[in-house]
């Protein structure tokens, strides 16, 4: 039987250890925290660059942005942004990342990780709302011991981008989740959707970052000089057979 001073043990036990170390660390570190649905995401503040992409500080260097790309497509100590990732929604507007790395092995001056707008088509008539499955997944999860059938809380203005749920029938109203997931609207009568726990604004131009609101004439964006406003009397049209009872 092998000594456990030996060589060989010893190894065995440093890697344990330095991998311990690592899953503790990832656990603990105040930079990022996890989300399902992004893997990675870390904690900042949006900022906004001149092309209306938002961008989000962040110091994780992901090491699966590390695709070869051009010069050309390198800006100063940065490696060029990698692919985008797939969408958080399939429909009704989620959001999309793409991440680049610092070539310097040190902070490189800006952000590393950005958003944009995806699949912003309607979603079909019949499909639940995004929120309101966030809170029908709770409902096989005991809260104090009970079960209950979780409904969403909707516009609230301290805490947007929180998962608040009340009880069908219950006067109670829980935070199931700091956090509900990307491409959430903020609010039941707004574009705007949440992106890693904060509220962005959304145009109706459904871009990121936009403030593009309907004219009077329903046009996105528009002067209002597409539409004319009528006034006057309408007369009935109605046939004098269809007025006798």
Partial sequence: MASWKSPWWLLIWMVFMHSTLLQTTAEKSPGAYFLPEFALSPQGSFLEDTTGEQFLTY????????????????DGNWDAWGDWSDCSRTCGGGASYSLRRCLTGRNCEGQNIRYKTCSNHDCPPDAEDFRAQQCSAYNDVQYQGRYYEWLPRYNDPAAPCALKCHARGQNLVVELAPKVL???RCNADSLDMCISGICQAVGCDRQ???????D???????????????RGQSKSHVSPEKRKF
């Fill in 208 to 214: 990121l970052g936009s403030d593009a609101k309907e």
């Fill in 216 to 230: 009077n004439c329903g046009v996105c964006a528009g002067d209002g000089s597409t539409c004319r406003l009528v």
């Fill in 182 to 184: 990307d491409g959430t």
């Fill in 59 to 74: 110091r994780y260097d992901d090491q699966t942005s590390r695709n070869a790309r051009s010069d050309e497509d390198k």
